[in-house]
Structure formats: C-alpha cells, structure tokens
C-alpha cells in the first residue's frame, strides 16, 4: 500500500509570499498529480509529473523520484490561491491521495 | 462543454434506501472512478474501471456497486445507504491514472439520516 503524507497540513501566508507544499510517497510510482480543491468544492488538476519539473504560470512543481518526495510551489501569492491543494500519487491501476494542505493567503 | 457530468448534486437518503449517482464523460476516456471525501480524510478510492466491462475495487468499495457497460457511464449504486455513508461523492475520469487531463465531476453530497 502506498502511503502519501502532505505538509504543511495548514498554511497561512500573506500576499506576495513564496510558498511551498510538500508530498512524500512511500512505494514507487508511475506518475504524481497535483490538484487543487476550491471551497466551493470543484477539484481541478493543475500537473502531472513523472520526473523533473513542470511550471504553469506562477505554480512551479518539482519531482525526485529517488527520493521519493514532490513540491509544489506558488511565487507572488494572491488570495485568489487560497484552496485545498491535494497530492495524488498513481501505482498500478489507482491513485492514492494525500489529505490536502489547506491554504490561505490573507491581503 | 466536454467533461465529467455528475449528478444529483445533493441527496439525502433515509437509511436502507438505495440510490445511484450518475457519471458520465464524453472525453472517450479509458478510465473512470469512484472517491470519496470525507473531512480530515484524503480522497479514497471507491470503484474503478480501465475500460468497458471491466471493473475493480478499490480502498473502500463495500455497501457500493458499479458497472460499466459504456465508455461514457459508470454509475455508482448504493446498495442499502448507511450514516457511515454520508459523504461527498467525486467521479473522474482520464486515459489512465498516471496520464495527464484528470477530469473530476462536481461531487454529490449525500447525506444518510
């Protein structure tokens, strides 16, 4: 069974601010989804990664598959970011999630 | 608009009625599934298909049934809804689980009183 761990569980970041989220995985995988959760509750996917790095704007994601380990990063943060940002991992025919880093970025 | 079409949006059941929630995509996705959310909870798999006629459990697929005779719909059924069942609903679908363009429906939220 893969284990998928999330940290921070809550992050409250003033605007502007660099952030970072973490996901660690515990069994090899064939690709990471990172996805974002808004309070109205839609879930969007905003990358998939199965190496290296990937960037959308001002969302950078990054992957180290030997460490098992992905980041996601926001740069110049907006309130408009404030949502759930959910890592999920793919291992055979299923993905596996992590419980969700709650962000809030206060103006 | 292409996408994940979900419904009903809301739904509250008695306990041991049954119901099914509709999901249906027309992106000509191999792949559909089953999640649901509960609070302090990651997404947990349900049920999950690779294809039509094809069907699998998943994390936690007891009290559920699917099936897939399309590969446009995967309905979820309830067989006898229980409070533990209270929850909200996701159905997604993609051409695998590690390929890009995961689509998620809007969710159900059912509750079972």
């Known amino acids: 069974k893969n284990e998928v761990e999330q940290s921070p569980q809550n992050l409250t970041a003033q605007e502007g601010e660099f952030i970072t989220i973490n996901c660690s995985y515990s069994v090899g995988i064939s690709a990471l989804h990172w996805l974002q959760q808004h309070p109205g509750g839609g879930i969007v996917s905003l990358f998939m990664?199965?190496?290296g790095k990937k960037k959308h704007g001002r969302l950078i994601a990054t992957i180290n598959i030997q460490e098992k380990h992905s980041s996601l990063h926001i740069t110049a943060s907006h309130p408009r970011d404030s949502a759930v940002y959910i890592c999920a991992v793919a291992y055979g025919n299923k993905l596996v999630f992590g419980a969700g880093t709650i962000l809030r970025v206060k103006s | 608009n292409a996408g994940v079409t979900q419904t009903p949006k809301f739904q509250v059941l008695k306990t041991g009625q049954s119901m099914t929630l509709q999901c249906a995509q027309d992106?000509?996705?191999?792949?559909m599934s089953w999640y649901r959310q509960d609070p302090g909870m990651g997404l947990r798999l349900i049920h999950y298909s690779v294809g039509a006629g094809i069907t699998d459990q998943g994390e936690v697929p007891n009290g559920y049934n699917v099936s897939r005779s399309t590969t446009e719909d995967f309905p979820l059924r309830l067989l006898s809804a229980a409070p533990s069942q209270t929850s909200v609903y996701f159905c997604a679908s993609s051409y695998g689980p590690g390929a890009l363009g995961y689509t998620f429906g809007s969710g159900t939220r059912l509750t079972v009183v």
């Open positions: 990664l199965s190496s």
């Open positions: 992106m000509n996705h191999e792949y």
